[in-house]
Nanobody, 115 residues
């Protein structure tokens, strides 16, 4: 059974920082591409950042230079360091694991940025 458990969300003032974590189980973590997506109220879910099994990263233009995705294969955990947060970053953040045609999602963690 695959489980992705996010943590680290919360309420922060604009300009502040948060670090999200996603602990994975039930998959061979090192072989999966991992990603963070987010969904704001009334909007579609959007990609925030991804990291391949080889460590190649990709970011949405809206977060480049502010967010950093990283992975620790020994801990089967992917992180999202979020700096210089803006109110428009407010959303539920979801962890995703992907390998070939299989994809798994976590339950999400709320991030709220106050102005």
């Amino acid at each position: 059974q695959v489980q992705l458990v996010e943590s680290g969300g919360g309420l922060v003032q604009a300009g502040g920082s948060l670090r999200l974590s996603c602990a994975a189980s039930g998959i061979i973590f090192s072989r999966n591409a991992m990603g963070w997506h987010r969904q704001a109220p009334g909007k579609q879910r959007e990609l925030v950042a991804t990291v391949t099994s080889d460590g190649i990263t990709n970011y949405a233009d809206s977060v480049k230079g502010r967010f950093t995705i990283s992975r620790d294969n020994a801990k089967s955990t992917v992180y999202l360091q979020m700096n210089s947060l803006k109110p428009e970053d407010t959303a539920v953040y979801y962890c995703n694991a992907k390998r070939f045609s299989s994809s798994w999602w976590g339950q999400g963690t709320q991030v709220t940025v106050s102005s």
